[in-house]
């Protein structure tokens, strides 16, 4: 089992930035991949951003690829995703995700683990 709870949402200007924390409570947290998904109103969960369990291959969804950055710190069993120059189209709710598998998958039906998700809005 493995608990997850996101931190770092909030209001920001276009443009500006945020870090979101994904902290990890449970059993082998370097044993997972790890994702960030969200989730826009009347829309489906996307993907935005995957690394690999020891944080050496990250990948991106096309629309936030040169704008978000995400990482991870095994030794505090958090991952992070930094969003700089943000949009207003990225306004959702943003989920971090766990994922046993090693092969890359895209998919929120991949992901066997996640959080309660926190809310970013970004104004115009």
């Known amino acids: 089992q493995l608990q997850l709870v996101e931190s770092g949402g909030g209001m920001v200007q276009a443009g500006g930035s945020l870090r979101l924390s994904c902290a990890a409570s449970?059993?082998?947290?370097?044993?997972?991949?790890m994702g960030w998904f969200r989730q826009a109103p009347g829309k489906e969960r996307e993907f935005v951003a995957r690394i690999s369990w020891n944080g050496g291959r990250t990948y991106y969804a096309d629309s936030v690829k040169g704008r978000f950055t995400i990482s991870r710190d095994n030794a505090k069993n958090t991952v992070y995703l930094q969003m700089d120059s943000l949009k207003p189209e990225d306004t959702a709710v943003y989920y971090c995700?766990?994922?046993?598998?090693?092969?890359?998958?895209?998919?929120?039906?991949?992901?066997?683990?996640w959080g309660q998700g926190t809310q970013v809005t970004v104004s115009s």
């Open positions: 995700a766990a994922d046993t598998e090693r092969t890359p998958r895209w998919g929120p039906a991949a992901y066997d683990y």
């Open positions: 449970g059993r082998a947290f370097s044993s997972y991949t």
